[in-house]
């Protein structure tokens, strides 16, 4: 029993030692297999991450996703190629394959797996997904159908990388590479090897051999990790800093891509701090032609965009970038440029600045980056500032002729002058507006055709053959040239024409630019004719002033022997009818006053409408009764400021004009209906009315209108009729000082005539005068009757004129006067000092050699209470410079009679007593 309880002890030993063999077989074999396939596993795991860096790192860098979309296969294929082509040289890497979003294959390294379908792969979908796989393990042979290898590999590892569009917002392909980590082979085995040897120890060493497996697997895992994570933090960082530079790089080309961005130079500064890692950066151009100071375009501090400033270059280094080119300082820029005040500011360090030179190869500004600490540069950043300086040269290039362009475009567009454009051989390709506001021709009308449709017809093959003759010797050709509108209208234009040649000579465009001249030359024609006017009216003036020196005696004389003859009635009959003649003359003398301006007037507030009444009432009895008269007024018609004996006048010579010209055609015919209108009414002028009649004036006038339906006046014509002497009358039928008067009546009055008339339709003349606010007053009606003289009285008459002189003495003398005579104002000086008894001086204005106002002033400074009378022709009350100082003095007009000179020193002897 004992032998069986130890056999059986035995068994149970031996049962239970091979029981425990087993088991502990069993659980070192489990324990091993288990052990060295983790192991194994986060070694190839560890390895696939660090080659996913490396992968994704170099499809970022390289913009790979963009490969997926290329139609063009062999290019795809190509670009693949390249992109693996490092990757493909590692002795680890099997294959490297390309997977589209269905699952096919567009490129692999081995050829055989491209255009091939690997559908469902749970990795495969799974970084289609955006999620990126890693499958690794042990293996004597492939573990998938899709796994063809020429040998059979220990281990392996599968790695899946989603690629992202450049926007990261889709993927856009898959990634798959297959490696052998060889490099890992000897430690997998080798820790593979301790697991089984502790394994077999069995029991006891099993757990002492485990814990020892997994220490030294721990240990190596450890420096695994740490040395694969050192170079991950490596690896990261200049994956970061790769990252900001091309993310900078890339904003930076996107930048300078856009040429209408208007912050292109904010935008390029920013992203040059970003490239340099500068704090900052700068765009600047001259801002004067000395080219001595610096203005900026863009300035950036920090991440902040500063104020544009302006500074000298000298003493800078700016100043050696725009002499000697690219500039760099990567520390100590102080030391070399002491003198800047504005470095020492921001206690800069380093500087890097380069030219900004035009296509023309001027030095036009610079761009620079700075920083206040030391600047280290890649080999690539240094040609990088340069390659952006020449681009922001295109850009100010580029802008500057953009503005050259739309200031052209807009000059082209809004001037007043007409531009035309014709191509070499004519046609013509653009107008602008003002082109169709003058000619009428649309746009459409003209294009394509040559300028020869505007011909009117003036101009013959000579003059167009010379005028091409000029333009292509010069270059240039100007002058007058009368052309045709669309309306027909024949109109001058003052024409110049430039040739635009190319750079060999060749004419490759005319540009002809034009002014509508009628304006222009109807106002040369006013000007020419109110220059002819006055000098007429200057020798109208000297002639009249003559004139009535000589009928002043003849006049007087007359009337004083009207006086000794009344018993004589053939004395008295001749004498009438000599004094007739001399009162017409002087009549003519005052029209000749009137239209030299050279006759007083005195100047009331009135109404026109009297004035035309009464005329119409004259006129009635004095013409023809065939011809019928009318008046029509506006109701509220405005008064205005007038000598009415002139604007009398003035109405009648246009009446008696309308009169001629209605007698004529009814001679012609007679069943016609001779009418003259006359009309008053209220206008406003404008400034538009005054752009088309030379003579008027803003402002409110009243309009006076004579029409008749007469047969009109030829245009022959129209260019003398205000002229003096002209007339189209008969020889004694007028004087030709009816129209000449009235225009000068009418211009003293602060007014103008205009004319409007047709061949065959009538006549209209428009008096417009000024309003007045004043109130119209009754004309005073003077007091006749002989004035009573007295004599004792010495005058002394002073005037150049002996006849004059003569006239004077005979009538004063007839009434009791005591008479002195003196030929001009020296003569006059010495009478007036050595006869203390003269009381009266009538002195003639208009003397040679000492003029009247010397004398004047020479008599008053000797008595300052002496009555003196003003003689003279002319209108000396519009003389502007003496108005004030005549008036306390009479006046005494020629031609004068007895009686006018007797009224005259009646009123300084008493003047007080009405006359």
């Known amino acids: 029993m004992h032998i069986a309880k130890q056999k059986e002890a035995f068994n149970f030993l031996w049962w239970y030692s091979i029981i425990s063999f087993f088991c502990i077989v069993i659980i070192s074999v489990v324990t091993g297999f288990t052990l060295s396939r983790f192991l194994t596993q986060n070694t190839l795991q560890l390895d696939a991450v660090g080659t996913e860096y490396f992968i994704q790192y170099l499809v970022e860098s390289e913009n790979a996703s963009l490969y997926f979309s290329i139609e063009d296969k062999e290019r795809r294929e190509r670009n693949f190629s390249d992109l693996f082509k490092h990757v493909n040289k590692n002795p680890e890497v099997i294959w490297v394959k390309a997977y589209d979003l269905e699952g096919t294959v567009l490129w692999a390294d081995d050829e055989r797996f491209i255009g091939h379908r690997f559908m469902p792969n749970p990795e495969l979908i799974r970084a289609l997904s955006g999620k990126m796989t890693v499958a690794s393990g042990t293996s004597g042979r492939p573990v998938k159908a899709e796994h063809v290898f020429d040998e059979e590999v220990p281990y392996f590892s599968e790695i899946y990388l989603p690629v992202w569009s450049i926007d990261r917002d889709k993927v856009v392909g898959v990634i798959e590479v297959y490696k052998i980590p060889h490099a890992l082979f000897s430690v997998i085995h080798r820790g593979t090897r301790l697991v089984w040897i502790t394994a077999s120890l069995g029991g006891l060493f099993l757990y002492v051999s485990l814990f020892w497996i997994v220490k030294r697997a721990t240990i190596v895992i450890r420096r695994q990790q740490q040395a694969l994570g050192d170079a991950n933090v490596v690896l990261e960082g200049k994956i970061k800093d790769s990252r900001h530079t091309a993310e900078a790089l890339g904003s930076l080309l996107i930048t300078t891509g856009v040429a209408s961005n208007k912050n292109f130079f904010r935008d390029c500064v920013h992203d040059l701090a970003k490239i340099y890692d500068v704090r900052y950066a700068f765009v600047g151009v001259f801002s004067n032609d000395s080219q001595t100071s610096i203005r900026t375009l863009a300035y950036l501090d920090g991440d902040n965009l500063m104020e544009n400033v302006e500074y000298k270059v000298s003493g800078s280094p700016s100043e050696d970038v725009l002499n000697s080119g690219v500039q760099f300082v990567p ?14 500011e921001m206690n800069m360090e380093s500087y890097f600045g380069a030219p900004l030179i035009s296509p023309l190869k001027t030095v036009s500004g610079l761009v620079a980056v700075m920083d206040s600490k030391p600047m280290s540069l890649q080999d690539w950043a240094k040609p990088l500032l340069g390659i952006m300086a020449n681009r922001l040269a295109l850009e100010l290039e580029r802008q500057s002729s953009e503005n050259a362009l739309k200031l052209a475009v807009t000059v082209f567009q809004n001037a007043t002058e007409a531009i035309m454009i014709t191509d070499a051989e004519e046609k013509i390709i653009s107008v602008n507006p003002a082109f169709i506001e003058i000619t009428g021709f649309p746009e459409e009308e003209v294009i394509g055709q040559t300028p020869r449709m505007f011909k009117s017809g003036r101009h013959d093959r000579a003059f167009y053959e010379e005028m091409w003759n000029v333009l292509s010797v010069t270059g240039q050709w100007q002058g007058e040239i009368w052309d045709k509108k669309k309306d027909g209208t024949v109109y001058p234009k003052w024409l110049s024409i430039i040739a635009v040649k190319n750079k060999t000579g060749k004419t490759v465009q005319y540009i002809a630019l034009f002014n509508d001249t009628s304006e222009r030359m109807e106002m040369e024609i006013q000007l020419r004719q109110r220059q002819k006017l006055e000098t007429i009216g200057q020798l109208a003036g000297g002639v009249a002033h003559e004139f009535n ?62 004035l035309c009444l009464e005329v119409e009432h004259l006129l009635r009895h004095t013409i023809d009764r065939q011809i019928e008269i009318a008046v029509e007024s506006s109701d509220d018609l405005w008064p205005v400021l007038m000598d009415s004996d002139q604007i009398h006048q003035v109405i009648v010579n246009l009446c008696l004009n309308a009169r ?38 803003v402002g409110d006038f009243v309009c006076l209108s004579v029409a008749d339906n007469g047969e009109g006046i030829d245009e022959a014509s129209l260019s003398h009729l205000f002229e003096p002497f002209f ?89 009791g006067y005591t008479v002195l005579l003196a030929e001009g104002g020296h003569q006059a000086l010495e009478i007036f000092k050595r006869e203390p ?30 009555k003196v009378i003003i003689s003279s022709g002319h209108d000396i009350f519009h003389q502007t410079e003496v108005k004030d100082d005549l008036e306390p003095y009479t006046i005494l007009s020629k031609p004068f009679s007895p009686s006018g000179m007797e009224r005259a020193i009646r009123k300084v002897i008493n003047p007080s007593k009405p006359l």
């Open 660 to 697: 001629d010209a209605l007698r004529d055609r009814l001679l012609e015919n007679e069943d016609f209906q001779p009418s003259i209108q006359i009309k008053l009414k209220n206008v406003h002028i404008d400034k538009m009315f005054c752009k088309s009649h030379h003579e008027a004036k």
């Open 331 to 344: 520390m100590n820029v102080l030391e070399k440029y002491p003198k800047d005040s504005f470095l020492r």
């Open 549 to 610: 020196n000589l009928l002043t005696p003849i006049i007087g004389h007359v009337e004083i022997l009207l006086e000794q003859a009344s018993k004589q009635p053939e004395m008295r009959d001749a004498l009438f009818m000599v004094q007739k003649a001399a009162l017409r003359a002087a009549g003519m003398t005052k029209a000749l006053l009137s239209f030299s301006r050279k006759v007083p007037m005195t100047f009331k507030p009135q109404s026109l409408l009297d």
């Open 727 to 815: 007339t189209t009358k008969e020889v004694g039928m007028g004087t030709g000082l009816g129209l000449a008067s009235s225009h000068a009546i009418v211009k003293r009055h602060k007014g103008w005539i205009s004319l409007k008339t047709a061949k065959g339709e009538g006549t209209t003349f428009e008096v417009y005068l000024p309003r007045t606010e004043d109130l119209v007053v009754e004309a005073l009606q003077e007091v006749s009757g002989r004035p009573e003289m007295q004599g004792a009285v010495t005058v002394m008459i002073v005037d150049d004129d002996e006849l004059v002189r003569g006239l004077g003495r005979t009538i004063l003398e007839r009434r």
């Open 837 to 866: 008894s003269i009381e009266i001086v009538i002195l003639d204005l208009s003397m040679p050699r000492q003029s009247g106002w010397e004398v004047l002033r020479n008599l008053r400074a000797l008595d300052p209470d002496l």
